[in-house]
C-alpha cells in the first residue's frame, strides 16, 4: 500500500508519467486481485498441512505410549500383537515344554518354547 502511495505522490509531483502512474496502478490493483484469489488454496493448504501435522502428532504419541509403557495394558497388548497361538504341551525327558507363537502387528511371528518346572503347571 506505501508503494501504491508514494507512487501517486511522485506522479503528482510530476517525477512519473500519469501513463507510467496508470501502468504501475493497473499491475498493482491486477497483483492485488490474484493474490486475493489464492487465498482460499493457501488456507486449504494450511489446513491440509495442520491435520497432517495433528495425525503426525498422534501417531508419535502412539509410538512412544508403546515403546515406553508404564504397564500393560489391555489396549496395548490389541495395538501390538495379533494374534497369540498355545500349543499343546509336550514331554522330553520328563519335563514339559510348550511352544507359543506370537503374532505382532505390522511385524510378524515371535515363536517362543516355555519350559514349564515340575510335571504340572
Given at each position: 500500500?506505501?508503494?501504491?502511495?508514494?507512487?501517486?505522490?511522485?506522479?503528482?509531483?510530476?517525477?512519473?508519467?500519469?501513463?507510467?502512474?496508470?501502468?504501475?496502478?493497473?499491475?498493482?490493483?491486477?497483483?492485488?486481485?490474484?493474490?486475493?484469489?489464492?487465498?482460499?488454496?493457501?488456507?486449504?493448504?494450511?489446513?491440509?498441512?495442520?491435520?497432517?501435522?495433528?495425525?503426525?502428532?498422534?501417531?508419535?504419541?502412539?509410538?512412544?505410549?508403546?515403546?515406553?509403557?508404564?504397564?500393560?495394558?489391555?489396549?496395548?497388548?490389541?495395538?501390538?500383537?495379533?494374534?497369540?497361538?498355545?500349543?499343546?504341551p509336550r514331554y522330553m525327558d520328563g519335563k514339559r515344554y510348550q511352544m507359543i507363537n506370537i503374532y505382532y502387528r505390522g511385524v510378524g511371528i515371535i515363536s517362543i518354547l516355555i519350559l514349564s518346572k515340575g510335571s504340572g503347571y
Amino acid at each position: 500500500m506505501n508503494l501504491i502511495i508514494k507512487i501517486y505522490k511522485d506522479n503528482i509531483n510530476g517525477k512519473i508519467s500519469d501513463k507510467r502512474f496508470e501502468s504501475f496502478s493497473k499491475r498493482y490493483e491486477s497483483e492485488q486481485q490474484e493474490l486475493k484469489a489464492k487465498i482460499p488454496d493457501l488456507e486449504n493448504y494450511l489446513n491440509t498441512e495442520t491435520d497432517k501435522s495433528d495425525n503426525l502428532q498422534k501417531f508419535i504419541n502412539k509410538v512412544k505410549r508403546i515403546t515406553r509403557p508404564d504397564k500393560l495394558t489391555a489396549e496395548l497388548v490389541n495395538e501390538l500383537i495379533d494374534r497369540i497361538e498355545v500349543h499343546a504341551p509336550r514331554y522330553m525327558d520328563g519335563k514339559r515344554y510348550q511352544m507359543i507363537n506370537i503374532y505382532y502387528r505390522g511385524v510378524g511371528i515371535i515363536s517362543i518354547l516355555i519350559l514349564s518346572k515340575g510335571s504340572g503347571y
